[in-house]
């Protein structure tokens, strides 16, 4: 079984400050890991990945999650928020599990994020 | 213009209807998935095709049905049986159901009359 946990339901910044999003998951076997942003009313956006191999990820938009498997976290930061950044943000785990070909994608509940000038 | 095409934007149901939501992608995708979207719960599986002519249930598949008769089209209708369809509905695609970095249209938001 997998799941995650985004810790935060909101986040609220001030323009020019540093951005943490935080995300745990558990899972039974080696996973993927991915966070998406979604703005008002739109389909889901690829931020970045993580595939086993560097444990910092960078992604879009000046983005970066570092993998901490002992603390089972892949949190999200920036270093300084942008207006564009206010949307919504979802930490996703995927998994294979018992010897099936479908990586399934398990959501996190999703951290809504506010940029104040 | 390579991506997902969902249509229509906004879509409402009148009660005991059924309707049906569009899903195509030009990405030569193999796998295809829909999802549901309420506030604050994330993203929830409704079915998901891994190939032409055939697809799965996922977690809530209840009161949805679902057609897989063309690579690049999985539509999604939502039936009179379910009985809570006000949401976000979202299509999505991958290379593969294994290769799952999946990529996501623009959604359709369906309301009750």
């Known amino acids: 079984a997998q799941s995650v946990t985004q810790l935060d339901s909101h986040v609220s910044v001030s323009e020019g400050t540093p951005v943490l999003l935080r995300c745990n998951y558990s899972?039974?076997?080696?996973?993927?890991l991915f966070w998406y942003v979604q703005h008002p009313n739109k389909g889901l956006q690829l931020l970045l990945k993580?595939?086993?191999?560097?444990?910092l990820v960078k992604g879009i938009n000046g983005f970066e999650a570092e993998f901490k498997k002992s603390e089972t976290s892949f949190h999200l930061t920036k270093p300084s928020a942008h207006m564009s950044d206010a949307a919504e943000y979802f930490c996703v785990v995927s998994g294979f599990a018992g010897g099936t070909s479908y990586g399934k994608l398990t959501f996190g509940q999703g951290t809504i994020l506010t940029v104040h000038p | 213009d390579g991506g997902i095409t969902q249509s229509p934007k906004y879509l409402f149901r009148k009660e005991g209807q059924n309707v049906t939501l569009s899903c195509e992608q030009n990405?030569?995708?193999?796998?295809m998935y829909w999802y549901r979207q309420d506030p604050g719960q994330g993203l929830r599986l409704i079915y998901y095709?891994?190939?032409?002519?055939?697809?799965q249930k996922g977690d809530i598949a209840e009161g949805y049905s679902v057609s897989r008769e063309k690579k690049e089209s999985f539509p999604l209708t939502v039936t009179s049986a379910q009985k809570n369809p006000t949401a976000f509905y979202l299509c999505?695609?991958?290379?593969?159901?294994?290769?799952?970095?999946?990529?996501f249209g623009a959604g359709t938001r369906l309301s009750v009359l």
């Open positions: 095709s891994q190939i032409v002519n055939d697809f």
């Open positions: 899972s039974s076997y080696s996973p993927s």
């Open positions: 999505a695609s991958s290379p593969t159901l294994a290769k799952n970095i999946q990529y």
């Open positions: 990405l030569n995708h193999d796998a």
């Open positions: 993580y595939t086993s191999a560097a444990t």
